[in-house]
């Protein structure tokens, strides 16, 4: 994305339509910008004046002390003036500022929540929270210095030019001319060369940091296996590819300093040379001087700072452009124009002929039709690829179907809101995750705004209140990242819990027992039973035992339905069900409790 694409994209937010106020506040900032560089621009001119008020041949003594500290005090208060409008330019805008990297960040944050699980499954968390991070403070960047350096800097140029050209003559403004181009050039020419090392730096770091991620994120999974060193070496091996882009960036930093040095003080000394040539000829007098050099210090102090500044400004373009691509990453799953909230009156859930796959070379499901009559609970099984899973998916629209079709009540999932969807629809996953925060806040998360009461009777229920009341703090209790503080059960009871406050009426039980142990896994699958009353389930599972009391049980081998029917009639067939079945009661007897597939 090119660079005048990226500033165009920030535009709306600092110039949005129907708020009248952020726009009063653009043109305030504007306004006072202009004055304060017009003041800036007097200051020389004060200082000059006073010293020529100071030379031996000012006529009158009292005027010439009078007059001095008159123009000595005229000269600091418009310093004051200068630096006034400065803080306060900053003052009325830094609103405007906030909102757009609020808007910004908020926008991003909401889209990626969007972007269908194919997208996440194949991007890394670190490596999108650092595009957001480096976008937004690239924005931030471009915001202060863009419009508050760059743009007062080419006035401050422009106004001093025309001083020169005017008060002096045309050689100095060339001079000047020249200087600044070639300065410009030089820069520019540099910070391209070092910007392509930026971005190798950037993405050295970039992998560093989603191998440290990865590594917290599977803490116990590196203890398990000893792999610290393993780790730290990976690890270190990321380091050094960015310690390499980091000297590389810091060697060229040195010599686009030295040169911007070079070409600034070539350009002061021969103007300053121009303006003692005045002065010993007469042209000009000893305040000339004090001022040209005072201009061109002036012009000296921002085109220093203009190397750095443009860098940066360079590099947050490169950050935001980066986030921006991310804002036009179109979201596979979207509601079509017109969608309608889904309405449930049973919760019959059917699968027509449905057809999907995660690649179109490789089809998952292949024309699956099943019926879901309202309050039933059927069981999908099989073994592992077989698809049962990715029917979850479907249902709650991760995915669009390939071919066919997938309603609940009638209604095609395609032509309703996704949001009207995710409310009916309640999931208990095999690995519950919670967030970072306390127990009450985890079961509230199926319903925001729940009061106690609601969540302890749901607590009661999943039968988790009494270890919650157990605890210290109770449920203001803290679970740790992911829930690392609560065993399996806690956790999988905990999402028990969170489901029945959202008390949706279709219930998705995708694989909920597998990775519990048999004990708990029997505690936990009384409490599922009874949560499924009255509800439309769909039971996703490894363990056949778990499942062998559904109201209809279907078999999927190599995404298509085998077989179908009640735990006793499978049995009876002597078919796939039935050698499953065999195979995990043979394995149980043995005290084994693996799974199937």
Excluded: C
């Excluded at 002390?65 to 310093?79: E, M, N, Q």
């Excluded at 699958?525 to 009391?549: C, F, N, P, W, Y």
């Excluded at 009639?569 to 799974?595: C, P």
């Amino acid at each position: 994305m090119r660079g005048w694409q990226v500033i165009r994209k920030v535009g709306p937010y600092l110039w949005p339509e129907g708020q009248g106020w952020v726009k009063r506040r653009v043109v305030g900032a504007l306004l006072i910008l202009v004055l304060s560089k017009v003041v800036s621009i007097i200051v020389p001119q004060l200082f000059g004046m006073s010293v020529d008020a100071l030379a031996p041949d000012a006529s009158g003594a009292g005027m010439l002390a009078v007059g001095a500290i008159g123009l000595t005090i005229a000269y600091g208060l418009a310093r004051l003036m200068s630096v006034g409008f400065q803080q306060l330019r900053d003052v009325v805008f830094a609103r405007v500022g906030q909102r757009a990297l609020r808007m910004l960040a908020l926008e991003t944050f909401t889209h990626i929540h969007r972007l269908s699980l194919r997208y996440h499954i194949t991007r890394k968390t670190g490596g999108l929270s650092r595009i957001i991070e480096r976008g937004v403070k690239g924005v931030d960047f471009l915001l202060r210095f863009m419009l508050f350096s760059i743009g007062p800097l080419v006035l401050e140029l422009l106004l001093i030019g025309v001083i020169f050209f005017v008060q002096f003559d045309f050689w100095y403004l060339a001079v000047v001319a020249v200087v600044i181009a070639a300065y410009v050039k030089f820069t520019f020419a540099v910070t391209e060369w070092r910007v392509k090392i930026r971005k190798e730096m950037n993405e050295q770091d970039t992998d560093a940091n989603q191998k440290a991620i990865d590594s917290l994120l599977n803490f116990e999974t590196v203890k398990y296996f000893g792999a610290e060193k393993w780790e730290a070496d990976r690890y270190d091996r990321a380091m050094a590819g960015y310690e390499q882009a980091a000297l590389k960036t810091n060697y060229s930093l040195a010599f686009l300093n030295f040169g911007q040095s070079f070409l600034i003080t070539g350009g002061l000394v021969v103007v300053m040379i121009l303006a003692a040539m005045g002065v010993q000829d007469g042209t000009l007098t000893v305040g000339d001087f004090v001022m040209v050099n005072a201009y061109m210090i002036q012009i000296t102090m921002p085109l220093n700072f203009l190397g750095t500044v443009y860098r940066e400004i360079r590099q947050s373009l490169i950050d935001m452009g980066d986030m921006f691509q991310l804002l036009e990453q179109p979201a596979e799953v979207q509601d079509k124009p017109g969608a309608r909230p889904l309405e449930v009156s049973g919760g019959a859930v059917t699968l027509d002929n449905v057809s999907f796959g995660y690649d179109a070379a490789r089809p998952i499901l292949k024309g699956v039709s099943l019926e879901v009559g309202a309050g039933q609970t059927v069981a999908i099984v099989g073994s592992s690829g077989s698809g049962k899973s990715t029917i979850g998916r479907l249902l709650f629209r991760f995915y669009d179907v390939n071919g066919g079709a997938l309603r609940i009540d009638g209604q095609d999932l395609r032509d309703v809101t996704q949001d009207s969807l995710h409310a009916q629809i309640g999931v208990v996953p095999q690995d519950t995750v919670l967030f970072n925060d306390t127990i009450r806040y985890n079961i509230a998360y199926g319903r925001p705004g729940a009061t106690g009461a609601e969540i302890e009777a749901v607590a009661k229920a999943a039968k988790i209140h009494d270890f919650i009341q157990s605890l210290p703090e109770g449920y203001d209790t803290a679970v740790g990242e992911r829930g690392l503080k609560l065993s399996g059960g806690e956790k999988q009871r905990v999402g028990i819990a969170r489901t029945l406050l959202k008390n949706p009426p279709i219930l998705l039980l995708d694989e909920a027992t597998s990775a519990l142990d048999t004990d708990t896994e029997r505690e936990i699958q009384a409490e599922l039973k009874a949560m499924g009353q009255g509800r439309t389930v769909l039971t996703i599972a490894h363990r056949l035992s778990t499942i062998a009391d559904a109201d209809r049980i279907v078999v999927l081998e190599k995404g298509e339905i085998v077989e179908e029917g009640r735990h006793d009639e499978l049995l009876a067939q002597e078919g796939r069900y039935a050698q499953l079945w065999h195979r995990q009661q043979a394995e149980e007897d043995a005290g084994l409790t693996g799974k199937v597939g």
